[in-house]
């Protein structure tokens, strides 16, 4: 059975849930992962499931800087079929800063023969960097001129 659009945002959600989803594994083996609003230090692209696999396993550090309490999703059809828009939300408690966090993510799904082929990852850079423990990265690099 080929996996849909709307199916493989459940699995992006449920990878986002920790229950068990390889992310690189819904991609592709050409996939594209990007990152428009990167932080510093973090790829804007990531080509291939294999570069997928090898970044997202060297970051599943980054977990332990907060407690997960759920992850919610709203997933939007859009005028492509291959195309959905995915809202997706987590909240718990950050380790960092001991606070409860909400976090939100907006991500544009191109799925073909029930593989992830383009997936853009829209994250709010600041919240990124404040659940991460990274606003001094974030805030070097908002003074560091560019090249």
Known sequence: ???????????????????????????AEDGVL????????????????????????????????????????????TDDPEVVVAQIEHYGRSAVTGEPY???????IRVRDGEIVSYQDYMDPIATARLLGR???LAAALITPLP
């Open 102 to 108: 909400r976090f939100h993510a907006l991500g544009i």
């Open 135 to 137: 606003t001094a990265d």
């Open 1 to 27: 059975m080929t996996r849909s659009s709307r199916d493989m945002a459940e699995q992006v959600r449920r990878m986002v849930a920790g229950e068990g989803v390889p992310f690189a594994d819904l991609f």
């Open 34 to 77: 990007e990152y428009p609003f990167a932080l510093p230090g973090q790829p804007r692209a990531l080509h291939g499931r294999e570069a997928i696999r090898a970044y997202h396993g060297g970051a599943s550090g980054s977990r332990r800087l907060f407690e997960m309490d759920g992850v919610d999703a709203v997933v939007r059809d």
